[in-house]
């Protein structure tokens, strides 16, 4: 049985007070849910002053990027190390919009997938096409790119904590969600891939989650998709209440 996972990507918006907020008004409408693994992606500067509000809560605190190196010369950029050491857990790695504004590739991607993985981060991994891809009829063609580019030279083992989210970049910011049976597609080509390249064991056990304009209202029909294992969820994650009920999608 695969453990849903439902993560809040904060993007570029709450400062300290306004994170500390949410979060006491989130964490009373999750206490007690045990059967779902809860993360946040705060901005970096507020990953070390959530540390103490988290405690207890059961939910797990992610960056939204990391570097590949452990320090250096690299100005303006953080480390896995940094990230362990201000208390996150995971973290977002290869999000469309640092792909789109930030020049990332899976090139790098992968740097910063293997770099998550030596500093004992768990990442998740984000891939999805874009809406001239699908209409050209290359969705398969795209995510079998980034999956494959993304995990480059990883073992079976080191890839085994590794959670795959499958954004579709249309579907991201924009209130189109991916209808239940766009997305359980992907999701099953995902995990052949995954089978593909590391077995049907790591296949059946990696946890494959669903983003974009995830809401209240869908996650249920979603999360009743037999290869969606959770939502990594934008805009509805910077309300509590829309937050708790995503997360309590099973209720
Ligand atoms: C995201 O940022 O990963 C995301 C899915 O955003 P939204 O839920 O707002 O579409």
Redesign the pocket.
């Known amino acids: 049985m695969r453990k849903p996972v439902i993560a809040g990507?904060w993007?570029l918006y709450k400062t300290k007070d306004e994170a500390l907020a949410l979060i006491e008004e989130l964490a009373p409408l999750v206490a007690g849910v045990t059967n779902v693994e809860i993360v946040v992606a705060p901005v970096f500067t507020v990953i070390p002053t959530l540390v103490g509000a988290l405690s207890g809560t059961g939910i797990s605190l992610a960056a939204q990027d990391v570097f590949w190196e452990e320090e250096g010369a690299y100005t303006g950029e953080v480390s896995p190390r940094m990230l362990l050491d201000a208390g996150a857990s995971h973290v977002i790695i290869g999000?469309s919009?640092r792909r789109q504004y930030f020049g990332e590739t899976d090139g790098t991607v992968n740097r910063k997938i293997k770099a998550a993985l030596k500093g004992a981060l768990v990442p998740i991994f984000?891939i999805g096409e874009t809406l001239n891809s699908r209409e050209a009829g290359e969705t398969f063609k795209v995510l079998e790119r980034q999956l494959k580019g993304g995990l480059e030279g990883l073992s079976e083992t080191q890839f085994a904590p590794v959670i795959i989210?499958y954004?579709p970049v249309w579907?991201?910011?924009?209130g189109k969600v991916a209808t239940d049976e766009q997305a359980q597609e992907a999701h099953a080509f995902i995990r052949g891939v995954v089978a593909e390249l590391y077995g049907k064991n790591a296949a059946d056990k990696v946890r494959i989650l669903y983003?974009?304009?995830?809401k209240p209202e869908n996650v249920k029909g979603l999360m009743s998709c037999p290869d969606i294992d959770g939502a990594?969820?934008?805009?509805?994650s910077l309300k509590g209440s829309s937050f708790a009920s995503i997360v309590r999608f099973g209720e």
């Open positions: 990507n993007k999000h919009e984000c989210a954004e579907a991201i910011g924009t983003g974009g304009s995830v990594l969820v934008g805009g509805a």
